[in-house]
């Protein structure tokens, strides 16, 4: 049965060309189990390729045609291939974190084809260690970033003597943990765009309020302070059309340290990554003689719990903040304490608002990164933001697949025109995972943020007296 696109998955749909595929992903790196035998990567690739039952999630696939009158519809793929989705590899020698990087950055390059279900897993070995890689992609139509978070988590277990799981693909019962959140990504995007309709429908008075909303919005933007909307946003190389090539990279650290940054100085975790993102650029562009004099402006999206905030709305607000990085500043503590003010008085702007004119605000902030790239103007305007800075909760304990240990996660998501780099944080165990991903061209020598990503943290420490 045909199922139209919601407007959301539409616009990341048509929204792809060459040189942006609209796919989000990740990688996991596990150890093999006490007891794995030589064959043990061989026979999990066999075991989980050989899956019968496929989720819906995953046979769905975009289709148009004379019959749907031209409008873009899911369809089940009735010439599904699981060999075209599920693939082994090995890595050259060798055999180092760098060639795993290399291979993920390639992959990640490729769209994903339109006539098929728009993912792809591959299992990875031959690290000289012995550890074991799992990539997977996605297209952002077919989930968001924070659903395929949690379909991740949900295939994963706490118990190292769980054997015989079934593939993140396999089909399972509606009521149980995986089965409730495959539903819940394939219905998150409809869902809460379902959910905004009904809002705005029988909500009036925050219909009403919506004009206002973005008087006081632009208001604060004209006057250079924390808003939805950013006027000041200065021209950096990150700010450009881009290729498809691709360059990933990543790297965790304790939450421990990071934690203990924020409570010397009275910030929160969320403001020490973004002030260790604003050191490594500040470091990074300036080796490229290329520091702007204003401060970098950065898009954070950010959760807010509307319940607390807007009587009889309930539910979760989900908005963006520009947010000032401080890059202009040379002390890592003054930077620190700015971000904390800028993420403060955003998030208060924000409390300001219902839930609606929050989606509303957001998506008006949207127009000036979105507009210039649908025209071919991205090289010839301001850009509204720098880079996008976002931070999602992953699991808190070590989790196991089939036995394997899963020693991190690492997130890579979607540059786009105008918007050459992306850093999207996750945490998982005691450990934050910061996977950069950006254009191989316009983001030249990606890697060495990972090592200005260091030197801050080291630095931060130093100021915080931790």
Not at 202 to 209: F, L, R, V
Not at 351 to 365: D, E, F, H, K, W
Request: proline share 6%; glycine share 6%.
């Amino acid at each position: 049965m045909a199922t139209p696109l919601d407007p959301t998955a539409l616009g990341f749909l048509l929204a792809e060309n060459r040189r942006m595929p609209m796919h989000v992903g990740g990688l996991q790196l596990y150890r093999k189990p006490p007891d794995a035998g030589r064959n043990y990567v061989r026979d999990l690739f066999e075991s989980m390729r050989d899956t019968i039952d496929i989720a819906p999630l995953f046979l769905k696939r975009p289709y148009r045609s004379i019959k749907t009158a031209g409008q873009w519809v899911w369809v089940e793929d009735d010439q599904f291939d699981i060999d075209h989705h599920v693939r082994h590899s090995a890595l050259p020698k060798p055999g180092r974190v760098r060639e795993l990087f290399e291979l993920c950055s390639r992959l990640h390059s490729t769209r994903l084809a339109t006539e098929r279900p728009l993912w792809e897993w591959h299992l990875i070995e031959g690290l000289r260690d012995g550890r074991i890689a799992m990539y997977t992609k996605l297209h952002h139509s077919l989930v968001d970033g924070i659903a395929a978070m949690r379909l991740l988590q949900s295939i994963v277990s706490s118990d190292p003597d769980e054997r015989d799981m079934p593939a993140p693909w396999a089909k399972r019962p509606p009521r149980s943990k995986i089965g409730k959140a495959q539903e819940a990504a394939e219905h998150a995007t409809a869902g809460e765009a379902l959910s905004a309709l009904k809002t705005a429908l029988g909500i009036s008075a925050d219909a009403a309020g919506i004009p206002k909303a973005l008087v006081q919005t632009l208001n604060r933007s004209l006057r250079n302070e924390t808003s939805t909307l950013a006027l000041f946003a200065p021209n950096t190389i990150l700010n450009r059309e881009i290729t498809a090539s691709r360059r990933f990279a990543a790297q965790d650290w304790p939450l421990e340290r990071i934690r203990a940054i924020g409570k010397a100085t009275g910030t929160t975790l969320n403001d020490v990554v973004l002030a260790m993102c604003s050191g490594a650029m500040r470091t990074y562009l300036s080796e490229l003689d290329a520091l702007p004099e204003t401060s970098l402006i950065a898009m954070v999206p950010v959760g807010l719990h509307a319940k607390a905030r807007h009587a009889g709305t309930g539910g979760n607000a989900v908005g963006s903040i520009m947010v000032k990085l401080g890059t202009d500043l040379e002390d890592p503590l003054d930077r620190l304490l700015l971000i904390h003010a800028s993420m403060l008085d955003g998030k208060q702007a924000l409390a300001q608002m219902t839930p609606l004119q929050i989606q509303a605000m957001s998506a008006v902030g949207q127009v000036p990164a979105i507009l210039p790239t649908l025209l071919g103007m991205t090289n010839m305007v301001r850009p509204a933001y720098n880079l996008v800075i976002s931070n999602v909760p992953g699991p808190r304990t070590t989790q196991y697949f089939n036995g394997a240990e899963m020693l991190g996660t690492y997130p890579l998501s979607v540059p786009i025109d105008g918007n050459a780099l992306n850093i999207t944080c996750n945490s998982y165990a005691e450990q934050m995972a910061f996977g950069l991903t950006g254009c191989r061209r316009t983001v030249p020598h990606l890697q060495r943020i990972l090592t200005y990503l260091d030197d801050e943290i080291s630095a931060l420490e130093k100021v915080a007296g931790v």
